[in-house]
Structure formats: C-alpha cells, structure tokens
C-alpha cells in the first residue's frame, strides 16, 4: 500500500533487538550482559521457533558472503517503501557492519525462501478470507 501510494516509512529496530543479528542462538546461552540478560521483552522473543527461523536465515546468509544482521538489513531496505531503518548500534562496529547491508543483493529466490520459512502469503483481494 505504501509503495502503491508514495509513502516511505521508517522501520524501528529492524533486526528485533538484536534476534536478527545471530547473537542469540539456538542451544547457546545467552550471551552474558546482552540485553536479554535482563529484558523481558527480548527474553520473549528468544523461542525455539524464533531461533530456528534464525538458524535457517543464517544458512541461506552464508552463501551471500555476509552476517546475519547484514543480510537482515538488506532484507528490510528491499522494498522502495522503507526510505531507512532505525537500528541502534551502540558501537561504531556495529554502525560499519550495518552499512555493508547496501552491498547484499536480495533476490527473488532468496525472497521465496524467506516468504517460505515465515508462511507468507502476499495479500490480494483474490485470497482474501470472507
């Protein structure tokens, strides 16, 4: 709708505190003095399912020569509707690491797989439920 209409939106923490980074994995700890440490709503996030999805995502990451939040960066920036994203990088390594996002080419067979793995069925008024 919003590239339809011209608006540009701004994504606020486009790699979900930190899951869509690869620091909280599936069978690690977490991390000591990560923010999940000590918030509830990160803490949340961290589910079996959620930490599956992300060791899929690294697996298709790989073989684009890049990180987990790099390619997650580029995921978001794919579409003319997101004009930039608010990440939070709280070191200025992880402001270099998030600007090799520009150079991570998504494509469309990287798309359905993600759309895969997340059960995404683009909406249309065609399969809309009545």
């Not at 909280?24 to 399912?49: H, V």
């Not at 890049?66 to 794919?78: H, K, Q």
């Amino acid at each position: 709708m919003c590239e339809r209409h011209g608006v540009r939106i701004v994504p606020f923490s486009p790699l979900s505190q930190g899951l869509l980074t690869g620091k909280y994995r599936q069978g690690q700890a977490i991390p000591e003095g990560s923010r999940a440490t000590y918030q509830d709503q990160i803490q949340a996030m961290l589910t079996e399912e959620n930490l599956e999805k992300v060791e899929v995502l690294i697996n298709i990451s790989g073989p684009l020569d890049t990180d987990l939040a790099s390619f997650s960066l580029a995921w978001a920036l794919r579409k003319s509707a997101i004009s930039c994203l608010i990440t939070g990088a709280t070191i200025p390594e992880q402001l270099e690491n998030n600007l090799k996002a520009l150079a991570v080419e998504i494509t469309p067979e990287i798309e359905q797989e993600i759309d895969a793995l997340f059960e995404f069925i683009k909406f249309n008024r065609k399969n809309r439920i009545n």
